[in-house]
């Protein structure tokens, strides 16, 4: 029973480079095969902890664990599931440290956002006062770019890079039709609280295109918005908008919800980007066409960037290194050197800093008009969607992403009910 | 006067591909610099040649015109303006022989979709008539693939890949997050009247991920879609949704035309996804998500289809070389000669035979149920999205897509009102 075994788990929304993460832990763990024993994953995030779904990783392929590198998703399955405060609910703790317990595992890796940081924090502590310590290490992940002290998060920088190529092409398209046609495009990206993702629109203005950007961190102002539309259009006969779902009114309301209703007086599922578009309609009278790009974005593996791919696969073999070194109760953190040329280290910063902290845009990235971003803002950009990091495609044109075996480990266990 | 100067112009919704065509004829002409003239592009489109905005291609770099080949939109603006027929306003097409003779332009490339078949048609019959014979050939370009005779159009298969590739990735998402969140992810695609595009979201059953595919050539049935995706979630846990902009009621109404309207009781625009993601809602009470494309998918050069970006150049290329041997009065087309290996080859239709043809889906592309594709679909579609031909990138990460010079040729004639 020296060698303790690792359980890894995939936590909150997916992004493209999640299973990067997994791979540099599992590739990492079976490099050290003496000192670290099976890495165990949650079927469905920390949900396969508590009613005691363990994937054997040990029974995938290399070659299969080689490939999570390029497979976007998570590969073990993730979950929406915040575990309730230890007052609430201590026999969730419990229950993960009995499971911990059974099963020798001596070294918890959490690969999400805020929430999971949290958890983490609190399994670390709990393990410790329950005389089973259990090493607690978070590893980010979140396209929305909001943990605190990483100098960003696995998983943002390639929806950074998807949004700011998609919206590039989709403006020369605009540019294009607009004569005739389409004079305004519209492109919804996600970031309820926080712009990082729609400020990768920004950069566009390097590329010669009149783009507006609406961030949740400046209060929506229609007029104001409408008349900065109108003078790009008349300056440049067209114009992209790119608007972050989080985008809201001054009293906190989201721009999405409008009210509306369907034909049987249904209330209508919005989204911001036909919301814009109706007001240029109505304002202004421009032909328009509007996307929103959802799932796509944090999905898209397809245009991953080269540096997130390369930090989250090396956050995640860190956090074995880290483990074995006796480090608990830290999240790994990505450390920029410079920018040009982009140098950056790992790091770690304690759990109990990170937890609950929300880290938005610094407000000198934002232009003064608010619609824009600044030269600062760019300069930390770029760096971080440089390089393309395609994955294999098969033979008929479809890109080779691997699903798993996913076997369970026998249970030790009686049921728990969650 | 014995060299004639070439006329080319972009027509319709642009592609990320229609470049490389433009590319195609521009290269070629130039090879043949003793047999063809200058070739001059209409400013957005046929406009261009009615207002005389004639770019002068010439003095365009041979690594500008070289990088329209990776370069997604109609670099020389493109545009929705139909001739109006011959008996309404003759005057339009005089006027339009009118600007050829003048800049002594004996080859009319028109590079578009229906439209622009039937306007090439009526120039290369009414320059007969008016003792000015010029050489009118049709490039074919429409994303919506729905001309006749051609075995495919170029700009499709990129869109195809596009939305195969990118539905494939949400849905490895959403079957992530299907144990406690999304359960159902809705994605719109082009397509108004012709289901070719939907039909790419069709291989992701060669993928394991329970798809329901909704084609215009299928009326839409509420209660049969609601039972399909409600068995796909209970054996799968989880379903993908490929909508077509054009799916409609028996009564063929879109569905996208719910006669919403939002807190002031303006019309609300729609969208297909949105509508589906409300029944679902309603009916179902899955936790959804939902993706509206639009120009991102049309624009995507960042994932061209490799098959795609060779036919468009080389019907582009081959364009110049059939003017020279004396053809008009034609459309390109791409002639299949086998699926597997895919060997095609250019081959020529009476402009005659192609005006005014639209291509739907064969109903034996669809499978029984109306919700996917037939194996006969599958192995029209898999060539076309085989290979990919990425653009370069920039060291910053960002494509390097070109904008060209265009320089405009000095007027000769006097201004013509629109």
């Known amino acids: ?57 040990s029974l995938e392929s290399a070659e299969n664990i080689a490939a999570l590198k390029h497979t976007p998703s998570g590969a073990f399955g993730s979950c929406r599931f915040k575990l309730k405060s230890l007052e609430d609910n201590k026999a969730e703790y419990e229950r993960l440290i009995a499971i911990f317990k059974a099963h020798n595992i001596g070294y918890f890796f959490y690969n999400g956002g805020g929430d999971s940081a949290d958890t983490c924090y609190k399994v670390s502590q709990l393990s410790e006062e329950m005389g089973f310590p259990v090493q607690a290490i978070h590893i980010p992940k979140t396209v929305d ?20 190529v998609s919206a590039l092409e989709a403006s020369f398209d605009v540019r294009s039709m607009a004569k005739t046609s389409t004079k305004v495009f519209i492109l919804e990206v996600m970031g309820r609280h926080a712009g990082w993702i729609a400020a990768a629109g920004g950069l566009l203005e390097d590329y010669d295109i009149p783009v507006v950007v609406l961030f949740p961190e400046v209060e929506f102002n229609q007029d104001k918005f409408l008349a900065a539309v109108k003078a790009k259009v008349e300056q440049h006969g067209f114009c992209t908008i790119v608007v972050s779902e989080g985008t809201h009114w001054p009293d906190g309301r989201f721009i999405a919800e409008q009210g509306t209703r369907d034909s049987f007086g249904h209330a209508q599922l919005g989204g911001a ?76 910063a304690p759990l109990s800093e990170v937890a609950n902290v929300e880290k938005m845009m610094p407000m000198d990235y934002i232009s003064d008009d608010g619609y824009g971003i600044t030269t600062a803002c760019k300069e930390y950009l770029y760096p971080l969607i440089k390089g393309e990091a395609y994955p294999p495609y098969r033979e008929n044109g479809m890109p080779n992403y691997v699903t798993l075996e996913s076997q369970l480990v026998p249970k030790k266990l009686e049921p728990f009910d969650l």
């Open 273 to 348: 980007a036909p919301v814009v578009a109706n007001m240029i309609k109505e304002a202004l009278g421009y032909k328009f066409h509007w996307a929103v790009a959802d799932y796509l974005q944090r999905a898209a593996r397809h245009l991953a960037s080269e540096a997130d791919v390369e930090q989250a696969y090396a956050l995640g073999a860190k956090a074995v290194e880290f483990a074995l070194e006796g480090h608990s109760s830290i999240m790994l953190t990505v450390e920029r050197e410079s920018s040009q040329p982009y140098r950056w280290n790992i790091g770690m």
């Open 1 to 57: 029973m020296s060698v303790k075994n690792a359980f890894y788990a995939q936590s909150g929304g997916v992004t493209a480079v999640i299973n990067a993460s997994a791979c540099g832990v599992i590739e990492a763990a079976r490099q050290q095969a003496g000192k670290i024993g099976t890495v165990y994953a949650g079927q469905n995030g920390i949900i396969g902890a508590l009613s005691e779904e363990l994937i054997d990783t």
């Open 145 to 164: 770019n909001d943990l605190p002290i990483t100098d960003n998060c696995p998983g943002f920088a390639s929806v950074a890079k998807y949004i700011a």
